[in-house]
């Protein structure tokens, strides 16, 4: 209750300064505080606002820890707690010009980052009018070996900064494996580095114009401008390090440029190195958005995915792996491998390009499958519903089928074709009653399962027949890619958010008779309890050649067959959901756009009518060829515009 009671007065007490005592012989400037910029801000920025800061219960605090003495001076740190650490920590350098600012400005920060899971460590360090450049560099640099030294139930450890506080940062994180800066011996790596509005390179013509002035505070610190001491200017620039072990970067700017002078130069070096670095731009905003909303919220939301992306262990997929570590022949070998890591960090899965003929399972969170584009790696298998009850744990052939199935959070999959490749045409050619044709010719290209959700893939191409696209877990966003298919394609009872994609009717082979359906798109089969099902939003709805004019349908209502105490018969309450939102048609599809669909009758018969009259079926802003439609006499008005769906749909997943 104590560490409670005192990080609600910090909280009430972060605009107020810190002034020097008359006993305490230490300098102190205390003309940079949040009241300070509150006051200058809050009538020019509409909207802004203090971050709301809540105390979650077994959440502690660690105040002023001893983490330095040298001769008589101390300097301490604070140590925000998570409740349940996620093993990734991170220590935050305060701005303030490098002569002012103090710790506790990153109090509603740090408290936040905690509640994500991080742990985060706040160090106190000699300012400008106490010790010129690099004393506090040297005092951040020692309290990187504390916090190793300390555990606190972390195995990597970030670094970020805000303003001077960001460019002390970027600099340590560049030069960790050089002497400089150094005190205490030991490591002051960092697995990854966050600069919000911190200089990058105080040697650029936009960095010298306002940075190189008579007693600037840069010049203060510095020990001099840029004409008296060039090679200290040079040293102090981060963008002079950048190397080849330099950390993922994650670069926040407010959009005032001359904040993060460097980055263009800082990013084409990370990028020729190969090292992932990020930016994100704010405009119409004040310098300092990490301390008010509504920007300090998207700043936790983007810091967070960064870090989670910087915590990953990388495995390869190659068929020319030879002696290298964590690299394999087949892509389940790679998936088994990255779920013997128990640390909870993104595993990356390389997958050089080539034919995979397997049936992968992914059961572990946080994975990414990379290929090397579509047509380049190419996951498949030919497996199909009759007989892939064995590949299912209740033996049901059509989640059995699936060459690819995610049974688990955070899974991203890009850069790939993923095929089941059963050959539904030969069998649909088969005529009825012909002992050769398989009955049961579902086969699934994809299958979200139950304990799926938060499930991305770009850049990818789903290629099946039917039943491609299998949802039957949480949620799954697919973007800048395609899904083709036949006969219900798009199915189940997930929350599916298709963008900037292609939908392919594929042709088949069966002789149809005049007015019957080719194919349907969506056969959802959403709860009542849940207001998203499939959505598809500014993608192309585009055939194969065969697939004649007005003749597929975009859905139809798919009631599964289901075990009730009174009997087993098509659910009544998976009342299916599906939006086609601003798309483009072909001439394929059917002028009545939506259609029935035969379910199980509480007499086992297939003879219980769906209609979409009685689904939830909704569509607004498409154009194209198919996109004119007859009033069948739908009347359901619960659909959701684009930002509604996007805003229930990745509540809970921030995206970067």
Same mark, same amino acid.
């Given at each position: 209750?104590?560490?409670?009671?005192?990080?609600?007065?910090?909280?009430?007490?972060?605009?107020?300064?810190?002034?020097?005592?008359?006993? !305490?012989?230490?300098?102190?400037?205390?003309?940079?505080?949040?009241?300070?910029?509150?006051?200058?801000? @809050?009538? @020019?920025?509409?909207?802004?606002?203090?971050?709301?800061?809540?105390?979650?219960?077994?959440?502690?605090?660690?105040?002023?820890?001893?983490?330095?003495?040298?001769?008589?001076?101390?300097?301490?740190?604070?140590?925000?707690?998570?409740?349940?650490?996620?093993?990734?920590?991170?220590?935050?350098?305060?701005?303030?010009?490098?002569?002012?600012?103090? #710790?506790?400005?990153?109090?509603?920060?740090? !408290?936040?980052?905690?509640?994500?899971?991080?742990?985060?460590?706040?160090?106190?360090?000699?300012?400008?009018?106490?010790?010129?450049?690099?004393?506090?560099?040297?005092?951040?640099?020692?309290?990187?070996?504390?916090?190793?030294?300390?555990?606190?139930?972390?195995?990597?450890?970030?670094?970020?900064?805000?303003?001077?506080?960001?460019?002390?940062?970027?600099?340590?994180?560049?030069?960790?494996?050089?002497?400089?800066?150094?005190?205490?011996?030991?490591?002051?790596?960092?697995?990854?580095?966050?600069?919000?509005?911190?200089?990058?390179?105080?040697?650029?013509?936009?960095?010298?114009?306002?940075?190189? #002035?008579?007693?600037?505070?840069?010049?203060?610190?510095?020990?001099?401008?840029?004409?008296?001491?060039?090679?200290?200017?040079?040293?102090?620039?981060?963008?002079?390090?950048?190397?080849?072990?330099?950390?993922?970067?994650?670069?926040?700017?407010?959009?005032?440029?001359?904040?993060?002078?460097?980055?263009?130069? %800082?990013?084409?070096?990370?990028?020729?190195?190969?090292?992932?670095?990020?930016?994100?731009?704010?405009?119409?905003?004040?310098?300092?958005?990490?301390?008010?909303?509504?920007?300090?919220?998207?700043?936790?939301?983007?810091?967070?995915?960064?870090?989670?992306?910087?915590?990953?262990?990388?495995?390869?997929?190659?068929?020319?792996?030879?002696?290298?570590?964590?690299?394999?022949?087949?892509?389940?070998?790679?998936?088994?491998?990255?779920?013997?890591?128990?640390?909870?960090?993104?595993?990356?899965?390389?997958?050089?390009?080539?034919?995979?003929?397997? @049936?992968?399972?992914?059961?572990?969170?946080?994975?990414?499958?990379?290929?090397?584009? %579509?047509?380049?790696?190419?996951?498949?298998?030919?497996?199909?519903?009759?007989?892939?009850? #064995?590949?299912?744990?209740?033996?049901?052939?059509?989640?059995?089928?699936?060459?690819?199935?995610?049974?688990?959070?955070?899974?991203?999959?890009?850069?790939?074709?993923?095929?089941?490749?059963?050959?539904?045409?030969?069998?649909?050619?088969?005529?009825?009653?012909?002992?050769?044709?398989?009955?049961?010719?579902?086969?699934?290209?994809?299958?979200?399962?139950?304990?799926?959700?938060?499930?991305?893939?770009?850049?990818?191409?789903?290629?099946? !027949?039917?039943?491609?696209?299998?949802?039957?877990?949480?949620?799954?966003?697919?973007?800048?890619?395609?899904?083709?298919?036949?006969?219900?394609?798009?199915?189940?009872?997930?929350?599916?958010?298709?963008?900037?994609?292609?939908?392919?009717?594929?042709?088949?082979?069966?002789?149809? #008779?005049?007015?019957?359906?080719?194919?349907?798109?969506?056969?959802?089969?959403?709860?009542?309890?849940?207001?998203?099902?499939?959505?598809?939003?500014?993608?192309?709805?585009?055939?194969?050649?065969? %697939?004649?004019?007005?003749?597929?349908?975009?859905?139809?209502?798919?009631?599964?067959?289901?075990?009730?105490?009174?009997?087993?018969?098509?659910?009544?309450?998976? %009342?299916?959901?599906?939006?086609?939102?601003?798309?483009?048609?072909?001439?394929?599809?059917?002028?009545? &756009?939506?259609?029935?669909?035969?379910?199980?009758?509480?007499?086992?018969?297939?003879?219980?009518?769906?209609?979409?009259?009685?689904?939830?079926?909704?569509?607004?802003?498409?154009?194209?060829?198919?996109?004119? &439609? !007859?009033?069948?006499?739908?009347?359901?008005?619960?659909?959701?515009?684009?930002?509604?769906?996007?805003?229930?749909?990745?509540?809970?997943?921030?995206?970067?």
């Amino acid at each position: 209750m104590g560490h409670m009671k005192k990080l609600l007065v910090f909280v009430g007490l972060l605009s107020i300064a810190f002034p020097a005592l008359a006993a !305490n012989p230490i300098p102190v400037d205390d003309s940079y505080t949040v009241s300070q910029r509150w006051d200058g801000y @809050k009538g @020019k920025y509409p909207g802004i606002a203090l971050p709301e800061v809540a105390f979650e219960a077994g959440q502690q605090v660690q105040f002023d820890r001893l983490y330095k003495k040298a001769d008589d001076r101390e300097l301490h740190i604070d140590v925000f707690l998570p409740v349940k650490g996620n093993g990734q920590g991170i220590l935050l350098v305060h701005g303030g010009g490098w002569r002012s600012g103090n #710790k506790s400005h990153f109090y509603s920060l740090a !408290n936040r980052l905690a509640q994500r899971g991080y742990t985060v460590f706040l160090p106190e360090f000699r300012l400008s009018a106490e010790a010129k450049y690099p004393a506090g560099l040297v005092d951040v640099n020692d309290a990187i070996v504390w916090v190793k030294s300390q555990g606190y139930g972390i195995d990597r450890l970030a670094i970020g900064g805000a303003s001077s506080g960001g460019q002390m940062a970027a600099l340590l994180a560049y030069t960790a494996g050089q002497d400089l800066f150094k005190g205490q011996p030991g490591d002051t790596s960092v697995n990854a580095l966050i600069d919000l509005d911190g200089v990058l390179d105080f040697t650029t013509p936009m960095a010298l114009q306002y940075e190189n #002035k008579p007693n600037s505070v840069a010049s203060q610190w510095l020990g001099g401008s840029f004409e008296q001491a060039p090679d200290t200017w040079r040293q102090a620039s981060a963008a002079t390090h950048v190397s080849a072990k330099s950390p993922p970067t994650l670069i926040i700017s407010s959009g005032l440029m001359r904040f993060t002078a460097g980055r263009e130069d %800082v990013a084409a070096k990370l990028a020729g190195f190969g090292i992932r670095h990020h930016y994100l731009e704010f405009s119409e905003a004040p310098h300092d958005v990490w301390l008010f909303d509504p920007w300090f919220g998207q700043i936790v939301d983007r810091m967070d995915v960064f870090l989670q992306s910087a915590a990953e262990v990388r495995y390869e997929v190659s068929d020319r792996c030879a002696a290298r570590p964590n690299c394999f022949g087949a892509i389940q070998a790679a998936v088994d491998a990255a779920g013997r890591d128990t640390g909870g960090r993104w595993a990356v899965i390389d997958i050089a390009a080539g034919d995979y003929y397997e @049936k992968v399972t992914v059961t572990r969170s946080r994975v990414r499958l990379r290929g090397q584009g %579509v047509g380049k790696t190419r996951l498949y298998f030919d497996a199909v519903a009759q007989t892939a009850g #064995k590949y299912h744990r209740n033996n049901w052939g059509t989640p059995g089928s699936a060459t690819l199935t995610i049974d688990a959070d955070q899974v991203d999959i890009e850069g790939m074709t993923i095929e089941n490749s059963f050959d539904y045409l030969a069998n649909d050619a088969l005529p009825d009653g012909d002992a050769a044709k398989i009955g049961n010719s579902q086969g699934v290209t994809l299958l979200l399962d139950i304990h799926s959700d938060r499930v991305r893939v770009a850049k990818s191409a789903l290629v099946g !027949n039917q039943d491609t696209l299998f949802a039957n877990g949480g949620r799954v966003w697919i973007r800048d890619s395609s899904v083709s298919g036949n006969i219900d394609f798009i199915f189940g009872n997930g929350r599916v958010l298709i963008e900037a994609s292609d939908i392919i009717t594929r042709r088949r082979a069966a002789a149809l #008779k005049p007015g019957d359906y080719h194919s349907f798109i969506a056969a959802p089969s959403t709860q009542l309890t849940q207001a998203m099902g499939i959505v598809i939003y500014r993608s192309r709805l585009m055939r194969e050649p065969g %697939v004649p004019d007005a003749s597929v349908a975009l859905g139809r209502p798919w009631h599964p067959t289901t075990t009730f105490a009174d009997g087993r018969y098509a659910d009544p309450n998976a %009342v299916g959901q599906a939006s086609f939102l601003d798309c483009w048609m072909d001439a394929h599809i059917h002028p009545d &756009h939506w259609t029935v669909m035969n379910g199980t009758a509480r007499d086992g018969t297939k003879t219980a009518v769906f209609r979409p009259q009685d689904s939830r079926f909704f569509e607004m802003g498409s154009q194209g060829p198919g996109a004119r &439609h !007859n009033d069948i006499g739908i009347v359901w008005q619960g659909g959701l515009g684009i930002d509604a769906v996007r805003k229930a749909f990745f509540e809970g997943w921030p995206q970067p």
